[in-house]
Nanobody, 125 residues
Framework: QVHVVESGGGLVQAGGSLRLACATSGTFYGINAMGWYRQAPGKQRELVAAITSGGTTNYANSVKGRFTISRDNAKNTVYLQMNSLNAEDTAVYYC???????????????????WGQGTQVTVSS
């Protein structure tokens, strides 16, 4: 069983900063990609940022230059540093973790994605 727990959300004024964290625990062999998504009221969930096991990052155009994703492999934790926040960043932020299992089939380990429960980020203008 795998547990994914986010933290760090809250209320911040426009122009401010927040740092989200997502810790993974449980039984798995390793972690591939780790990512942050967000869902605003009435909108679809969208990718904010992702990072591969090798450290390659990918960002949504709307957050490039303002948000930074990073990971601590020793702690199985992914972070999202959010700077210069604006009202459009208000949403529930979810982390997504791709774990690999211990069993190898045809030379490959099974990849299983897990979602956190979400953390609310509210930016006041």
């Amino acid at each position: 069983q795998v547990h994914v727990v986010e933290s760090g959300g809250g209320l911040v004024q426009a122009g401010g900063s927040l740092r989200l964290a997502c810790a993974t625990s449980g039984t798995f062999y390793g972690i591939n990609a780790m990512g942050w998504y967000r869902q605003a009221p009435g909108k679809q969930r969208e990718l904010v940022a992702a990072i591969t096991s090798g450290g390659t990052t990918n960002y949504a155009n709307s957050v490039k230059g303002r948000f930074t994703i990073s990971r601590d492999n020793a702690k199985n934790t992914v972070y999202l540093q959010m700077n210069s926040l604006n009202a459009e960043d208000t949403a529930v932020y979810y982390c997504n973790i791709e774990t690999t299992g211990w069993t190898v089939v045809a030379g490959k380990r099974r990849v299983t994605p897990y979602w956190g429960q979400g953390t609310q980020v509210t930016v006041s203008s």
